[in-house]
Nanobody, 124 residues
């Protein structure tokens, strides 16, 4: 099983980025899937979750700005990030909880596997 994130980079405040997480070895839509992020010196925090029914939930800090979607055709999980703020700067990770399909958890310990992460930097 392999998850590979892409799409990170440097963007100005107010800008947008689209992250992707390509999976091989498992079908993403069959499980709880999540995006997390970790800034230097901080704990890994959840950004958003999508369950096997396609229901999404978001952390308050990103609600209304970030959108998770699943592209079944190419087994890819996406994170559209709009109106980015400097506090969104972090390494972003996708992860899968292969034990759950619904009632997804928010804490990272239950998720495995993880991608390698992609850096997002929001700065002028």
């Amino acid at each position: 099983v392999l998850l590979v994130e892409s799409g990170g980079g440097l963007v100005q405040p107010g800008g947008s980025l689209r992250l992707s997480c390509a999976a091989s070895g498992l079908t993403l839509g069959a499980f709880c899937m999540a995006w997390f992020r970790q800034a230097p010196g901080n704990k890994r925090e959840w950004v958003g979750i999508i369950d096997s029914d396609g229901t999404t939930t978001y952390a308050d800090s990103v609600k209304g700005r970030f959108t998770i979607s699943l592209a079944n055709s190419n087994n890819t999980l996406n994170l559209q990030m709009n109106n980015l703020k400097p506090e969104d700067t972090a390494v972003y990770y996708c992860a899968v909880d292969r034990w759950r399909q619904r009632y997804c958890y928010h804490y990272p310990e239950v998720y495995n596997p993880w991608g390698q992460g992609t850096q997002v930097t929001v700065s002028s």
